[in-house]
């Protein structure tokens, strides 16, 4: 036996024997069903509603024939038209998309500026209580952003709206619309809860660095200045362009803030435009408008995907540098830390100080000592018309908050199931398309913002359509939703987690003998159960928070905490509604150091994912 | 009875031309220990995983025990859960969430082997293997090489007719590697199973096996025993992928179609048809004396390297490097001209095709040496002419 180089040759196998034995080998992999399954179910969760509000601007709605002369259903340029060309498109959507734009690359170029000072400060200075500045200057980011817009209406609110009056209106100060309202306040707001974004993304892009190309550069000779400008800054450039285009494509999306603080002075964004416009029954230029949002969403996120892919080819694997990287700060020490602690207190002390006294007083702005009470959180029998106990005493408060935990907890807990199977299915399936359908339409709904997702899911659902009822009005629509919503950060995960743990222990699994189910429940379950925790976790948290989904979803009967809190709002028990969202602020607060617990990982980590 | 044969075996992946495994046929003895023996990318991995059914074929045909498990022809793929073969991964694929003993333990549970017997067979393997104090741990708790011999233990603990180790040694350091290779090849002694094992360590393949076949771009270029690898290498890949330095190859000049031609000094008769291309000639076999005569190659000391026991000669020959090495101390200083001796048995002769030419003694000639006048090449004169006065010197 020395050599064996030469076989007889065999003719290739025909087309149909390879393909018959494609399939036998196929059936011994059940990610192929998996990955089938899934990928019909999402069509028509995700690609669906995105498909049907987009048809649904160029067809007659129900109630228009008369306006359009058309029947309904049939097809027509009249939306389009009325939206974009008409007398009225002024109002529809030129100036909402002006200000949309004005608002998200104010907050961009705000929150950059601030957001990159303090990721400097807190990782690479030596300022005064830097450890607790890095968690402390995240919690903005994990509140709610109406949160900060109650709060400021608690302070600013002037007469232009009726209802108790703010505290510097009762205290004597009028506050002029521009500062109580509108532009100033959205864009100060948002600023405040995105910086954190940027402190998260850039100072982890800061610490990935590799010290040794700083220290190459200080080795030479380089001043901490030309390091700092052409070193550091160009390497940390992508994760820079990236935070960006996060926080527009977010801000292009946002609709609690300027539905609490624009409405006032009829100072309309795309999202509320959008939901005026549903409101009144619209539906054809609510499309139009969504049609709007969605584009705006897949050109920031194109532009993402480019630079993403260009930042790639500087990517440099991290190193161990001994040089002491903290810049000495001296005589500017403290004032840097009073910059973190001003930022600390005017983002997250003085709206939760502010939104917890507000519950407490009977009467705005007077700070005497009747003047408090605790009756809005656990008083009985009181003087009003409805709402007659405190928000801890109210049967309507524990029933919201049960709905939420069902309602978010059962659909981040489907989400995150769902988006482990789609790891799995992506990387086992034996069909290639399949996989990247998979991964491409469970990113969808990344692109399209959370109120025109919703407005799309109404436009899809709210009517019977063949085997499906309608399903407005039921939990099981914003359960759906909101699976839909989170699917891209789901499957992202799940992806990842699946890649990390790679293919090996399962194929051990198998040599060993162990069927599809055992390998399941004995190996890819326990292995991923922490990465499974957190992936339920983190949509949990955000789909508390969440508004834009409920605000079109949710009826009366099926209220969460947001809209049950919006809904106080509107009836003007301003104290009982501040409560709701501070409980909510409270249990998104909690969910987080859960995850923390669970996770292992640091706040700043789990929450950048 | 064979335990494992391959025929005709072809891998293509989704978009490759080219494909990864290339018409590879092969027979595994029962009891065999073999290596699959090639430079990264060759396709010996893809192999593996075939026998083991995690990858799937493109064409060809797989038996293990005369039943076939794979074959596009018959439609046919048995998948890895049902085929009973062991596999231990490159990085050892432990599950990160089960103790030693769990993961040991884990195929025989799936047999529903009776509890005390599972525990009995459990202990045995682990202790065979020298990791049963290890057992309560968790893997991430144990070095490279415990763990490697816990995935040995979960693949041996259920009897396997065949047990296949993808690079078995290449994560552990230089002495756990030494240690597991004893223990590999006393647990071959020990189980006598049928193992096949691959490799991009020669050294790795030459120690453990006792058949080696030697891969590369997907194709099969030899089977052998490790001597006969090495003795004779059946083209010019193997001859320089094995040996350590590597072989020294000699291209031959352009010459008259009766002689080869090496550097003027040696000729040997072609045989008939073919035509060598490369004389090639292992490190060790060059002899170096002070003496030049008929049958010598002036050369020039460039470099002497020690590598502890042995010295690796670094040669220049016209423009050709040539390494020599030898276990005993030399007695030259660099830039000193030897004179080395390359005896015709050693020598090795591949043609155009880098195939190995098989040249009879009697088809080497150093008697008719061409006249240097007839050289074409002016350096190679010089070379020659400091020779021969190195010669009349000496």
Not at chain 1, 145 to 168: C, D, E, M, S, Y
Not at chain 2, 179 to 198: D, K, N, W
Not at chain 2, 310 to 318: G, Q, R
Not at chain 2, 360 to 380: G, I, T
């Amino acid at each position: 036996m020395t050599t064996l180089l030469t076989a007889a040759e065999q003719k290739k196998p025909n087309l149909w024997r390879r393909a018959r034995h494609s399939f036998a080998v196929a059936r011994h992999e059940p990610a192929n069903l998996i990955g089938l399954v899934l990928a019909i179910f999402f069509a028509y969760l995700i690609l669906a509603p995105v498909l049907s509000i987009l048809v649904d601007s160029f067809i007659v709605q129900s109630g228009d024939e008369a306006r359009t002369h058309q029947d309904e259903g049939s097809f027509t340029f009249y939306y389009i038209v009325r939206t974009l060309y008409s007398r009225i498109s002024e109002i529809l959507i030129w100036q909402p998309l002006y200000n949309t734009l004005a608002i998200a690359a104010s907050t961009v170029v705000f929150s950059m500026s601030i957001g990159v000072v303090l990721a400097w400060l807190v990782n690479r200075t030596n300022m005064a209580g830097r450890a607790w500045f890095a968690t402390a200057l995240i919690v903005p980011f994990m509140l709610p952003t109406w949160t900060f817009a109650l709060a400021w209406t608690t302070i600013f609110k002037n007469r232009t709206v009726g209802g108790q009056p703010g505290w510097l209106e009762s205290l004597g100060i009028t506050t002029s619309n521009s500062v109580a309202y509108g532009y100033f306040p959205i864009v100060f707001i948002l600023v405040l809860h995105y910086t954190p974004l940027v402190i998260l993304i850039v100072g982890n892009a800061l610490r990935r660095l590799d010290s040794q190309m700083e220290d190459s550069a200080r080795v030479l000779g380089a001043p901490s200045r030309t390091i700092a400008f052409s070193i550091v800054l160009p390497l940390i450039r992508p994760a820079l362009m990236s935070a960006a285009l996060l926080i527009f494509a977010d801000c292009i999306g946002e609709f609690a803030v300027p539905y609490i603080l624009g409405l006032p002075v009829r100072y309309d964004t795309l999202a509320t435009g959008l939901y005026r416009a549903l409101d009144t029954r619209q539906n054809g230029v609510a499309a139009v408008i969504a049609a709007v949002i969605m584009i705006i969403g897949v050109i920031t996120l194109l532009i993402d995907v480019r630079m993403m892919k260009e930042a790639r080819r500087f990517v440099t694997v991290g190193g161990k540098g001994n040089m002491d990287r903290l810049r000495k700060l001296g005589r500017m020490r403290l004032p840097a830390s009073g910059f973190a602690g001003a930022f600390v207190l005017i983002g997250v002390v003085l709206p939760l100080l502010t939104l917890f006294l507000s519950t407490i007083m009977i009467l705005p702005g007077r700070f005497t000592l009747d003047n408090f009470t605790l009756d809005y959180w656990i008083g009985s029998n009181l003087d009003t018309v409805a709402l007659r106990n405190g928000i801890l005493l109210t049967p309507e408060f524990w029933q919201a908050a049960w709905n939420t935990i069902v309602i978010v907890g059962s659909s981040s807990m489907i989400s995150g199931v769902l988006g482990l199977l789609v790891g799995y299915a992506v990387l086992r399936c034996s069909f290639k398309g399949v996989g990247s359908f998979l991964r491409q339409i469970t990113f969808l709904p990344y692109l399209v913002p959370g109120i025109a997702f919703a407005a799309a899911f109404l436009s899809l659902f709210a009517v019977a359509r063949g085997p499906i009822p309608a399903l407005y009005g039921t939990p099981l629509i914003l359960i759906i939703a909101l699976v839909a919503e989170k699917m891209p950060f789901a499957s992202r995960s799940g992806i990842a987690a699946m890649t990390q743990l790679g293919k090996e222990p399962e194929e051990a699994a198998r040599i060993a003998g162990a069927n599809w189910f055992s390998r399941m429940g004995k190996i890819i379950i326990p292995i991923q159960a922490g990465p499974l925790a957190t992936g339920i976790l983190l949509p949990f948290i955000s789909g508390i928070k969440g508004v834009s989904l409920f605000i079109i979803l949710a009826i009366p009967s099926t209220d969460v905490l947001t809209t049950y809190s919006l809904r106080l709002l509107d009836y003007n028990y301003d104290q009982a509604a501040n409560a709701v969202v501070l409980m909510i602020a409270l249990i998104a607060w909690l969910g987080t150091v859960l995850i923390q617990k669970i996770s292992g990982t640091g706040l700043a980590q789990g929450l950048e994912n | 009875m064979p335990a494992i044969t391959l025929t005709n075996l072809t891998k293509c992946y989704d978009g490759n031309t080219e494909p990864s495994v290339d018409q590879v046929s092969l027979t595994v003895e029962d009891g065999e220990f073999m290596c699959l023996l090639g430079p990264s990318g060759c396709g010996k991995t893809t192999i593996l995983r075939m026998i083991a059914g995690i990858e799937h074929s493109t064409s060809g045909e797989i038996a293990v025990d005369d039943l076939v498990v794979d074959s596009v022809h018959q439609s046919c793929f048995i998948p890895p859960e049902q085929r009973r073969i062991g596999f231990v991964f490159q990085n050892y694929a432990l599950w990160p969430h089960m103790t030693v003993e769990r993961n040991v333990d884990f195929g025989l549970r799936l047999q529903k082997v009776p509890a005390q017997e599972r525990k009995e067979r459990c202990l045995d393997v682990m202790s065979k293997l020298r990791i049963l104090e290890y057992a309560d741990r968790y893997p991430s708790q144990l070095s490279g090489g415990q763990q490697q011999r816990v995935a040995l233990a979960r693949m041996l603990a259920v009897n396997p007719g065949v047990l296949l180790l993808d690079e078995p040694l290449s994560n552990l350091d230089a002495t756990l590697r030494l240690e597991m290779r004893a223990e590999l090849r006393r647990l071959h002694q020990t189980f006598g199973t049928t193992i096949i094992f691959v490799s991009h360590d020669q050294w790795e393949a030459m120690t453990l096996a006792n058949t080696i076949a030697v891969m590369n771009k997907g194709q099969l270029q030899q089977i052998g025993t490790p001597d006969e690898i090495y003795a004779e290498p059946s083209n010019r890949f193997v001859a320089e992928f094995i040996g350590n330095p590597k072989i020294n190859l000699i291209k031959l000049k352009e010459s008259n179609d009766k002689f080869i031609n090496l550097a003027s000094h040696i000729l040997a008769r072609q045989p008939e048809s073919k035509f060598a291309d490369v004389c090639a000639i292992r490190p060790e076999e060059i002899i170096l004396t002070n003496t030049a005569n008929i049958n010598t190659l002036p050369m020039v000391i460039e470099n002497i390297m020690p590598t502890g026991g042995s010295w690796v000669i670094e040669l220049s020959f016209a423009e050709d490097r040539l390494f020599h090495s030898t276990q005993s101390r030399p007695k030259w200083r660099e830039g000193d001209q030897v004179n080395a001796y390359l005896p015709t048995p050693s020598l090795h002769f591949f043609d155009h095709d880098e195939k190995r030419l098989v040249l009879s003694e009697s088809h080497l000639d150093y008697s008719n040496l061409l006249p240097s006048s007839a050289l074409p090449n002016k350096q190679n004169a010089n070379q020659i002419h400091t020779n021969q006065s190195y010669a009349k010197q000496a």
